[in-house]
């Protein structure tokens, strides 16, 4: 059984994850400190504007394509291929799968959600804003940061393993 299809599939993946890792870089490098110095009405305004657009981002079918072909991926690699290559797979796209898909649906998109609901004007969006979105959102980014550029690795180094022949097909 040929598995170029598959490593092609996986180096396509290590693009994905740098590039979803990247735009996390971004706003938990400086573009939350940048809202948090332009005050917090305009913060959140902003906040609120960026949250409704990414939805029809590239970005978003990135970081939405990634957790399918991540689960793919590590299914495969578990499940066809043995050795460190399909555990440098399976890790990268656990890492995927649970530190960013996951920690998006559970941390991140919640306080999203809140803060949508919150007119940026009020006492209760700027005290909510100041004390648990800009630090906790922040730091669940950071996470996510983490882990795609984590999983962009372990599909990097599955894939020179496997160009330097460790791969044994099942």
């Not at 913060?43 to 970005?59: H, P, S």
């Not at 990135?62 to 290559?85: D, N, R």
């Not at 004007?121 to 630090?135: T, V």
Request: hydrophobic content about 55%; overall charge neutral; some cysteine.
């Amino acid at each position: 059984m040929s598995s170029d299809w598959f490593f092609f599939i996986c180096q396509g993946s290590i693009v994905a994850s740098g590039l979803v890792s990247g735009v996390f870089l971004t706003f938990s490098d400086f573009v939350m400190r940048s809202l948090k110095g332009a005050g917090a009405e305009s913060g959140i305004k902003v906040m609120q504007i960026i949250n409704r657009e990414v939805l029809t981002t590239l970005f978003m079918v990135l970081l939405l394509g990634m957790a399918a072909v991540s689960l793919f991926l590590a299914g495969y690699a578990g499940l066809w291929i043995s050795g460190p290559v399909s555990l440098m797979i399976v890790v990268g796209g656990l890492l995927y799968l649970v530190g960013v898909f996951g920690v998006t649906l559970v941390f991140n998109v919640p306080m999203n959600h809140r803060l949508e609901t919150m007119d940026c004007a009020s006492n209760e969006a700027m005290d909510y804003w100041a004390r648990i979105y800009l630090p906790r959102w922040t730091f669940w980014n950071s996470v996510r940061t983490a882990a795609s550029a984590a999983a962009a690795i372990c599909f990097l180094i599955a894939c020179l393993w496997h160009a330097q022949g460790q791969a044994i097909l099942g």
